[in-house]
């Protein structure tokens, strides 16, 4: 628990740094996915298509989000949250190692083992965040938004050093950082877990107990929202992964690069997005707290996200208009792709980290675990769509042009984000005072 009301505990930092190993490892990966897979044999690629790249792309990634459901009950039901993020993290480090062999064997078996300590480590190291706080405690939506910016740490760091070193060096040296950042995260969370105190600690007998008691009227209200809320957290993140993928494909065929004589790496624009949220999470972070009664419910919070979100593939396809149809390459400006990502940006900060305080104060203390995974089973089949979706660039790029592919997101994201301003405040009610 907290020192005192206005006193984070020591334990978040510890889960912060954690956190943010584990993304080091998994965006410095995901940088280097497409490209790796889409060069040409001649220069250590794969030399796959755009649709076999996408397909692949989106079922790991959707994956990566799925297993979680099932690492979040054996959490909740066998193993504790904390033994839970030690096996994820040692699987993950094993995962990592083997994308570091050149072997198209040691490949696909390292994206089994991240799959699998992916749904280990994820649902339950977020849930203990929420657990150092006191059920009322109005620290708990700034501990996340904190706990984020670890996330996004780790990302950036990620990506600049993996991605230049898949790039530049060897795509298994990247691939190999990449362990080496998720084994720092491990050693470190297994070393300090003493700071957690009584939390994540494995479930008692008495767990069992509260899990048969019914569900109250008010309880299911607030898992109906949580469900429905889930549905557009899918729609947005279908969308926003398309920049490891179609966006990133932008940045490296369609995106001027040069800079004071210099070719940024085409993986270094994705470290955009982790640096944005770095220099703005403190000040969304304010300004939830400042705007007091007047801070907008989670429900609206989501539907800003996904309208700045829109607004991002607005200015995509803006900037590609001028690309014609059929080309394999361009040279458009950086700022457009730039302009787009901080827009996203925004609207990652106005919907994931207020996503996850919601399902920690929304969910019924012997479901946290599960629902935690059934959200991030959201994020997989959205991830997977986007995967799919992606697979499409090319007959885009033939058929139509660069520019419609970014409209359809358009389209998408912003029917979706007025449907969800229109059940805002149904949703309120289901929610049963929680903000």
């Not at 059934?374 to 986007?386: E, P, Q, R, S």
Request: charged share 10%.
């Amino acid at each position: 628990m907290a020192n005192s009301t206005y006193n984070h505990p020591k334990a978040l930092y510890l889960l912060f740094f954690t956190e943010m190993w584990e993304r080091f490892s998994y965006y410095g990966m995901r940088a280097l996915l497409v490209l790796f897979l889409i060069s040409e044999i001649s220069v250590g690629g794969l030399g796959w298509t755009s649709a076999q790249a996408g397909q692949l792309y989106g079922l790991y990634t959707g994956l990566v989000y799925m297993t979680p459901i099932i690492g979040g009950y054996l959490a909740d039901k066998l193993l504790g949250f904390r033994s839970a993020v030690i096996i994820g993290a040692a699987l993950m480090a094993l995962g990592h190692g083997a994308l570091a062999i050149d072997s198209l064997y040691s490949f696909y078996f390292g994206l089994f083992l991240l799959v699998l300590g992916n749904g280990f480590f994820k649902p339950n190291i977020s849930s203990m965040v929420g657990q150092l706080y006191p059920a009322d405690s109005p620290l708990k939506d700034s501990g996340y938004t904190i706990f984020y910016m670890g996330i996004n740490i780790g990302a950036l760091l990620g990506i600049l050093i993996c991605g230049y070193l898949g790039e530049k060096v060897g795509w298994h040296y990247g691939f190999g950082a990449a362990c080496i950042g998720m084994s720092f995260g491990l050693v470190l969370f297994y070393s300090l877990q003493h700071l957690l105190g009584e939390v994540g600690l494995k479930p008692i007998k008495t767990t069992e107990v509260i899990a048969r008691k019914p569900l109250t009227n008010q309880e299911i209200k607030r898992l109906h929202a949580i469900l429905v809320l889930a549905i557009f957290s899918m729609i947005f993140w279908l969308a926003f992964e398309q920049a490891g993928s179609s966006m990133n494909i932008f940045a490296m065929q369609y995106t001027d690069r040069w800079l004071f004589g210099f070719e940024i790496p085409a993986s270094w624009f994705q470290t955009l997005n982790p640096l944005f949220i770095f220099m703005l999470a403190p000040l969304f972070s304010m300004l939830w707290v400042k705007l007091g009664n007047k801070n907008p419910n989670g429900p609206l919070k989501f539907a800003i996200g996904l309208f700045l979100l829109g607004f991002g593939f607005l200015v995509l396809f803006v900037g590609a208009i001028s690309i014609p149809q059929g080309a394999e390459s361009a040279a458009i400006s950086m700022l457009w792709l730039s302009m787009a990502i901080l827009l996203h940006t925004m609207g990652e900060l106005c919907l994931s980290p207020v996503g996850l305080s919601l399902v920690n104060k929304l969910s019924p203390k012997h479901f946290m675990g599960i629902m935690f995974g059934m959200w991030f089973l959201a994020m997989a089949v959205g991830n997977y769509i986007g995967g799919m979706l992606f697979g499409m660039l090319d007959d885009f790029v033939k058929t139509q042009s660069m520019a419609d592919f970014f409209l359809m997101f358009v389209v998408i994201v912003m029917t979706a984000a007025v449907i969800l301003f229109g059940l805002s405040f149904i949703l309120k009610k289901w929610m049963h005072g929680v903000e």
